[in-house]
């Protein structure tokens, strides 16, 4: 099972193939301050929130794994992909700030709102992608 400290250790990232009985693949990666570095191993999983841990330095994901498999290199390749593509974004929006911003002045809490609401953009696509691909394994 994943299980890491401060962000550092084991992490599940990355869910495809998904099924109509809820199980997934995906891949267990070394991580550290939560980025994957190292991809180790995939498996079809089914996730099982009630075993979860949280402590307040370590958290523990539980999930009920159903086989284990080759590691899945396109999985692999999309989750480095998904890293650069969050990177670039944020690297484009200091870049921006410095650029246009600077000539508007703007206050503090308006660019904490930018920043609040440009940050996530890339996780809402990876989850639009996510309930997508749910989407097309529960039709019958």
């Not at 109509?20 to 570095?37: H, N, Q």
């Not at 995939?42 to 307040?56: A, H, K, L, N």
Request: hydrophobic letters at 50%; a positive charge.
């Amino acid at each position: 099972m994943p299980w890491s400290i401060n962000g550092i250790g084991t992490r599940f990232y990355g869910e495809a193939q998904h099924r109509a009985d809820s199980s997934y693949v995906t891949t267990e990666w070394f991580a550290i301050a939560l980025v994957p570095v190292i991809p180790l191993r995939s498996f079809r999983v089914i996730r099982e929130t009630s075993g979860d841990r949280f402590m307040i330095v370590a958290h523990s994901a539980s999930y009920r794994i159903l086989e284990r498999l080759p590691l899945a290199s396109s999985q692999v390749f999309k989750t480095y992909l998904f890293f650069v593509i969050c990177m670039a974004w944020w690297m484009a929006g200091v870049w921006a700030k410095r650029r246009f911003l600077d000539d508007w002045h703007p206050t503090y809490a308006q660019q904490w709102l930018i920043l609040i609401f440009l940050a996530p953009v890339p996780f809402f696509i990876l989850g639009l992608a996510r309930s997508k691909s749910k989407r097309a394994a529960n039709k019958p």
